[in-house]
Nanobody, 125 residues
């Protein structure tokens, strides 16, 4: 699976952005998908994840209630809708996919083997 994340940009605090993750390869629809982010000087951290059918979603406490993860397997695309953005959301956002539909820990980077190149989100105060 090859992943490409896009949709990042500059937005004011309180604004919204929608990230997309376009996947190639026939296994995406049977893979869990996650979004992670990395701010300068910080480790890459979990943001959100969704099961392969989309029936289960998981969020970091810092984004719960503001971000929504979704996917359209027919289009081989995943999404991250980000509302009420804060300056602390500024980071490079990466989408990732698991090797199979089974994931032991949706919150762990170790369970994702395919990674996109990242898209920069900058939230100004």
């Amino acid at each position: 699976v090859q992943l490409q994340a896009f949709g990042g940009g500059l937005v004011q605090a309180g604004g919204s952005l929608r990230l997309s993750c376009a996947a190639s390869g026939r296994t995406f629809s049977s893979s869990a998908m996650g979004w992670f982010r990395q701010a300068p000087g910080n480790e890459r951290e979990f943001v959100a994840a969704i099961s392969w059918r989309g029936g289960s979603t998981y969020y970091a406490d810092s984004v719960k209630g503001r971000f929504t993860i979704s996917r359209d397997n027919a289009k081989n695309t995943g999404y991250l809708q980000m509302n009420s953005l804060k300056p602390e959301d500024t980071a490079v956002y990466y989408c990732a996919a698991s090797r199979t539909s089974w994931v032991s820990n949706y919150y762990s980077r170790d369970d994702y083997v395919y990674w996109g190149q990242g898209t920069l989100v900058t939230v100004s105060s």
